[in-house]
């Protein structure tokens, strides 16, 4: 599946899960952050993947989480809580800091009009490059680094982890 008809699929999965939400949820939204330019192993993205499903689910057990799969979607899941978005994000803030690897998580949080819950809105700053310390979408947007390069960092992480 090339990479728009996936971006697609995921949209539409996530605006069905929202309709469902009623004014006291809050849907989380759990993908990889890994470059696709960084050819990483599929086995070795599932690791990861599954270790941020295991990680979240764990801490999320007093909000009722509610899970939900699309077998269409590789790596790409959802939880619906009993929360409010903006402990939920503050929550998914610090898990992505728990850990060396958990920065190549990419949990994004909902409310229930659809709104994301940003980064900045916590006070946190822009997620910061694998590469270097400008913040990532900058340097996606210009292509600053090489994939060799993106696929070194991730690595690092991975090995060091
Ligand atoms: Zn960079």
Not at 79 to 92: G, M, Q, Y
Not at 115 to 142: D, F, V, Y
Request: a positive charge; glycine letters at 2%.
């Amino acid at each position: 599946m090339i990479i728009n008809k996936i971006r697609e699929e995921i949209e539409a999965s996530r605006i069905q899960l929202l309709h469902s939400l009623n004014f006291e949820q809050t849907l989380i939204q759990v993908t990889l952050c890994i470059p696709t330019r960084a050819r990483i192993k599929e086995s070795i993205q599932d690791v990861i993947f599954f270790d941020a499903i295991s990680k979240l689910t764990g801490h999320l057990t007093e909000f009722n989480p509610a899970t939900f799969n699309n077998s269409k979607l590789n790596k790409c899941h959802y939880i619906r809580v009993n929360a409010t978005p903006e402990k939920i994000k503050s929550l998914t803030l610090s898990l992505e800091k728990s850990s060396l690897w958990a920065t190549l998580w990419d949990i994004d949080v909902f409310d229930n009009k659809g709104n994301k819950i940003s980064r900045k809105m916590l006070g946190e700053q822009p997620r910061k490059c694998l590469c270097c310390s400008e913040p990532a979408k900058l340097c996606a947007a210009l292509s600053s680094h090489t994939g060799i390069e993106l696929e070194n960092a991730v690595m690092k992480l991975i090995i060091k982890q």
